[in-house]
């Protein structure tokens, strides 16, 4: 069993509709973050947390600590935002990422 | 600063042969890792180099190497390739400074390494 559990595996969503990929974890981390990778492979670094909500334009992040959760949220969806989401975790041990398996989102026009 | 860069960007090889990835991190980073990312999967920790030695490893055979060099720049080798360790090959760099507590990663573009 993976550290690190994503889901959807993939996600198909029309233009304008908000978007929630979740993301839940088995061990004590240090920080969770969520990773773009668009096709070719570049990796982006979304967000990082450690506690609560972060938000960047139409992303927003949030992590409930006592859960081991976190989710990512996509408003008003955009072409553009198709992408392969990841999670990551570094855990308290380490600073290697540990990750999902990743979410494919397809945004149709 | 030209961030993260990595070579090459494709390589082809043959069962057996040994092969050499190349990264270089951000400028003032001090810290390698390198991942594995098979196809369709998420990517999985290999090692990471720090002041010139292997700080942390991942679950990779042995067949799986690296090296890095006083200018922070580092080097992942694999001997007597399988078809499986065909994949793309991920460098991360971060700035450690000695401590183990986070500090954030950026990524390169990749090497995508087929092995036939």
């Known amino acids: 069993k993976n550290e690190v559990e994503q889901s959807p595996q993939n996600l198909t969503a029309q233009e304008g509709e908000f978007i929630t990929i979740n993301c839940s974890y088995s061990v004590g981390i240090s920080a969770l973050h969520w990773l773009q990778q668009h096709p070719g492979g570049g990796i982006v670094s979304l967000f990082m947390l450690s506690s609560g909500k972060k938000k960047h334009g139409r992303l927003i992040a949030t992590i409930n600590i006592q859960e081991k959760h976190s989710s990512l949220h996509i408003t008003a969806s955009h072409p553009r935002d198709s992408a392969v989401y990841i999670c990551?975790?570094?855990?308290?041990?380490?600073?290697?990422?540990?990750f999902g398996t990743g979410t494919s989102l397809t945004v149709i026009p | 600063d030209a961030g993260v860069t990595q070579s090459p960007t494709h390589l082809i090889k043959t069962r057996g042969q040994q092969v050499t990835l190349r990264c270089s991190p951000k400028s003032g980073h001090d810290t390698v890792s390198w991942y594995q990312q098979a196809l369709g999967q998420g990517p999985q920790f290999i090692f990471q180099y720090y002041e010139e030695e292997e700080r942390q490893r991942g679950n990779f055979p042995d067949r799986f190497s690296g090296h890095q060099y006083p200018n922070y720049s580092s080097e992942l080798n694999v001997n007597a390739l399988l078809l499986g360790d065909s994949a793309l090959y991920l460098c991360a760099s971060s700035f450690s400074a000695g401590q183990s507590s986070y500090n954030e990663q950026f990524f390169g573009p990749g090497t995508r390494l087929t092995v036939l």
């Open positions: 990551a975790a570094t855990l308290i041990t380490g600073n290697q990422f540990y």
